[in-house]
């Protein structure tokens, strides 16, 4: 079942903070968080797994709340380069092939101005 | 690292005409996926090969589509009389066998069929 993200766009101007949601009403095993820019290729953010983990990538950061089955993505003190569409990807099963066959969220489109 | 390659990048085909698809894993990479993403929507899983085995393919994969990966090494994607419904971005992405790996996507076929 695809995950629900929100918001579905948001507009932030250069320094400005965001928060992404990702929520799903099944169990989750890991969330992976990619980005993509138009025209181009999504490309690889991080991974989260069980245990409520919190990774960062530059000012990226992200957690997850495995008992709310829910993942954020945090965007701190944002740049031109964030812009792009954020996708969250969930896993149907903790090991074996479907640990990796994820399914992707509808994304949240987010635009930095300056 | 010369990434992921897939070719051709743009296709236009009328309908009920055959199409193939070649992708080109990064060279260490033994897993690679087969996605479709349509105007506003995230990545949608089609099939999955573990060297030259397919060991998962989405039920929204019709008989019309048909994926190999001879020798474990490039892939193709067949599309047989295809329908409108066909358009889409095919991504492929590659990733390593260990854990968690990313997936590393391609920038995709643009496949547009009139």
């Known amino acids: 079942q695809q995950p629900v993200q929100s918001p579905q766009a948001v507009i932030l101007r250069e320094g400005e903070d965001a928060v992404i949601n990702c929520s799903s009403s099944k169990a989750l095993y890991s969330v992976h968080w990619y980005r993509q820019k138009h025209g181009e290729a999504p490309v690889f953010l991080m991974i989260l797994l069980k245990g409520g983990e919190q990774k960062g990538h530059e000012k990226i950061s992200a957690s997850f709340n495995e008992k709310k089955q829910q993942s954020s993505l945090y965007l701190t003190a944002s740049q031109l380069s964030y812009s792009g569409t954020y996708f969250c990807?969930?896993?149907?099963?903790?090991?074996?092939?479907?640990?990796?066959?994820?399914?992707f969220g509808k994304g949240t489109k987010l635009s930095v101005i300056p | 690292d010369t990434g992921v390659s897939q070719d051709p990048r743009h296709k236009i085909t009328k309908r009920g005409q055959n199409v193939t698809f070649r992708c080109d894993p990064i060279?260490?990479?033994?897993?690679l996926y087969w996605y479709r993403q349509t105007l506003g929507q995230g990545p949608e899983f089609l099939t999955y090969?573990?060297?030259?085995?397919?060991?998962?393919k989405s039920r929204l994969l019709s008989d019309r589509f048909s994926a190999e990966r001879p020798k474990g090494s490039f892939s193709t994607l067949e599309i047989q009389r295809t329908e409108q419904g066909d358009s889409a971005m095919y991504l492929c992405a590659s990733s390593q066998r260990h854990g968690y790996s990313p997936l590393h996507f391609g920038n995709g076929t643009r496949l547009t069929v009139t």
């Open positions: 060279s260490e990479h033994n897993r």
């Open positions: 990807g969930t896993a149907k099963s903790y090991s074996g092939a479907g640990s990796y066959q994820l399914t």
């Open positions: 090969f573990q060297n030259e085995a397919q060991l998962e």
